[in-house]
């Protein structure tokens, strides 16, 4: 099949589109991706892709829209074994791996024993443990997989009903599912892969009941692969996304392993069945490694945006649609870019700020974990509680506004976006469970606002709080816990206009709404509001909260450049649009705010007024400021929005490798399609006088 | 592979979860059914389902969640020649086949020719091309599509680039696209099916243009199904959902059609290249069926989100999470149900209140689309405008629900609504493209409002206007065009919780909202706001003026209930919460109202007060409700909700049926990966060692 010869060309075509936005830049995009990206990240990427880019006939993955279920797993595993090969050659570092992942978005099936069975061997296994177990983990001599989630127990690690009991009689421990809600469900790499899971089981030593423990369960016979005695595993089945990974499911039945086979740094079972906890090892250590997965999701978020917008950006800058009515002169006889509509950017100018500020606040975050580590190495806890309630809130902002940025992209390249070679559908569907899993969104606000509350609760009462980023506010703006009669004078009575130029007014607004909001649930609840019937109000403080957080360490990044930095007038406006763009979203709050504070309609217009402006400026720099993401071709595997502009040439050639039509299997399943349907349809009657037609 | 022997069984159960849920009712379900759902859609869903259930081999399609890209298209191809069959049988009728797709949630190949290319040919042939192309399309001895998007124009019609030149001196018409923009792209049963396609092409007689007209131009030969000469024809490729579809692409390169293949009822080219429009034929008639095909969205959209609905509420009844949490008693040693949970209720309570209202409005609205018809009938297109107007309010409204609703159903799911099994994904994937197609929801606002400004300036100007629903409200809360001062007694000043009880009060809050929004767009733009500058302002207005339309016409469907309707007290409820939705929702805009109608903070909190206690008592209700919309478990399709509530079992059965663990094709690959990944991998160093583990 082939495009028909001696078309004319498109004028103006979407290349030269690209590239006139690109001209318009008022700062230097390599700079911008140097600030913007955090360099270690920008290093390892580059590293793999060029590692990658080498070795097409393996890495190259623009044919995983035509792939089915069992396709894509066996191009994952493919990738995998290649990986695990040139980690052992040196080639690539460990962690180097999931960077793979990020770039080809595969997730492929050796993951889970990376990133979940190995850490906890690490983290819970005594040195006898990690001889017997990491040593051969580490070398890919067994392949593991950690198996907490159960199908009728998610959220409740509590309720976990698969048991794991001593037997003193052989000095073994018995892992059982007693029913099918115990069954294992979700395991990544269990499906298919795991020679050995990291089974989570309720410890039963004596009759007595110790608590959700990991205990090492051989599953699958290192020889063959085969499912050793009393085990039933498989995969779990198509899902939305993720289908490069082998999710699966397991029972066991009454399954024994040595004693020693459960890991034993936090909690021991003697030959005699004395259970003891070791004094040396304080558990909220176990705190931190929570903390890192979601400081890695606010990191991993920024990135997935950032593909997102880059697809949608570029691709509306080069769609046209209508002449004249976007308020902007085009080529004579030229239809409007569609990005120059004030609707497509209202979608799209704001999620260019958001994503900004995720880069930026993932590198500060970053490095307020990193001193809070150290605390911690030090023996000081105290930060902990205040980083876990950050994390909490900043893992649901950053998961939701990818997840529904890249949703709004998607449709905002009208109906090319609903194309799986938009490179956005397939990528919704794997990153989709980021607002699920390491606490469902939902669920996690409540962590925050946990914090929140214990903090108000103990200023009420008088008592000591610790000093941090989120009880500075609460007790800058409340007076022993409750709501000041004098509001900030930062921000009270100072026009709009001012407001958007001024960075410190705008942490003291955005703080202010966070404590007021904070107080008022916690008069509500005083006044004996439940906990459940509080938790709608508790989403909106948990959002309040993390829009504040997110300003902070957006300006807290931007602060480290120096003053005169040509890349500060760009940067400082995408910091006052997301500032505006928070209060229009979020304008009922404003109205509520306590005392003088309260917006009136008036303000609320202006807010308006000022954000259609900011968003009409940015859009001119919004194509070199995707390009500052630094998003290759590789990584974006869209047809839509590929660096050289050449939209619908490259659309229709992707189209034309579809399995349906090109030489070989088109052919082929047409004529088969032909005979079985089509022919006994069309001639069900007299097939000679329409052939003529 | 099997599930273990002797497992306990699971206390206390899914199905007995459920079956208490529906002893709970408070009305008759079926009766709540015969009033909710339109009668000739419940009946002719009945009759297809039960014409489906007798042939399993063919119509069930449960195992489509398995399929790849072309297996599911042969499927939809077995299916659609198997519906044609029975068709010409006399055992379903033509239209009846459109519900055989709603019911299989399968949009099949055939499709476009049943509903595009034949009304086409119906309504803008003459009766010597039905005589040539109709009768031969009625009988499938043609199959045709309907081809109007190009690449690179979609909401544009006006600017489509394919020509249809008329050549004098052989009396044809030469149809050729002169640039790749012009490709046609996204036509529904070109990409494998059509055999003729009916082409949107630019008429151009004796160099003059006449503008998008169609021509019927023969693709495919019908005797092998071949492409003809000069056309390249293809499909575009795998999608988001509707993969079940051939959308396809199609270049003619200077292809000849006789000159009466072009459509003459409403454009006449005589053979000397006269270009006529007879007189006899108001085109506005088109109108009515752009119309036409938004109601039947608007019905579709009901029984849409039904489904997602029924698969949400169902399954949060059973599903079980915590014990202790929910404010309410459980059996001894039982977790709560997730649906006890504020924030489960919250999202999806309203989603239920927001079905019903869709329900209600589909009838409403379609009886007085059949007025407004009958109106046309007699020569009075006066009631077209506001008709026009309201179905695109109305259209972007029930689909943005619907498709907002099935994504926030997947998620109270938690990890299990992300299993295809879920059913919620594979239909979220098939429906999305309801918010792009028939005017993309973003645009379409555009249509409404434009209708709503003119009505203002109309009134402003001291013109007169039609009478009709819109215009009514406007006139009731504006003077001459402008806000009043005194705003309306019906609710300012009362309590939202006499609100609350009084329908009228109700409409009158809603209407004035889209009154005082209409009022205060039309000043802006009467200052100087440019169209493109006031399009979120649209948005708005257009989501207010349908809020009050569907408030409207759910209350005036309730009203054909006799008043002591035992069905009342509930669907008053919901209305009722519908109407505090919308308010808590919009809380912005009720701060903004003008002068005294203005809601204070106090006010804004009672309506979430309110809402909360509505949403818990109509929580109680919610299983029957979802019952009553009559989804059986062949259109759900879903291993979580299936009616028989037995959620783990279905899911780990379904689970067992994956080609990957399945008898037969699951040892197979799993040996072959084996040996190709996994064997390399375990067993790199010394495998005699590790066998031991």
Known sequence: MQIPKGLEPMTPSTADALAAERSKSVFDVQEMNRFIVDDKMRTKIAKVEKVMAAEPEIFDVHNVYFMSRTEKMDHALKIGKRLIELMKAGAISADEISIADLVLDINGPFGLHRTMFIPTLENQGTAEQQERFLKPAQNYEILGCYAQTEIGHGSNVQGLETTCTFVPETDEFEVHMPNLRACKWWIGSLGVTATHAMVMAQLIVGGKSYGPNPVVV???STADHMPLPGVTVGDLGPKFGFNTMDNGFLMLDRVRVPRSNLLQRYINVSREGRVTRPANVDPKVAYGTMVYVRTQIVSNMSQVLAKATTVAIRYTSMRRQFAGKADKPTERGAESPVLDYGMVQYRLIPLL?????????SQAFSQHY????????????????ELHATACGLKRWTSDAAIRGIDTCRHACGGHGFSQFSGLNEFYGNQYPNIIWEGDNYLLTQQTVRFLLKQIHALRAGKEVASNQTTQYLRRHLTAGRMAMVPPPQFVGRSIEALAQDPDAQLELLSFRAAAMASDLADQMEGGQTWNRSLVAMQRLCDAHSDYIVASYFRRHLSTLPAGSPLLPTLNKLASLLFLYVLEQHSSDLFRLPGRAAFSTAQVAEVERLLAEIIEDVREQAVPLVDAFGVSDMRLNSALARSD????????????????????SGPAIRKEWFKKYYEPVLHAADSKKLAKL
């Open 218 to 220: 051989p599953i699958r």
């Open 353 to 361: 700020a958001q994503n900004y500020a995720m880069f930026a606040t």
């Open 370 to 385: 990193t001193e809070c580590m150290a605390e911690l190495g030090r023996g000081n806890f105290g930060p902990l509680k």
């Open 645 to 664: 502009g050449k939209v619908y040439e490259n659309y229709l050639q992707w189209a034309m490798e579809d399995p349906l039509n090109k030489d070989g």
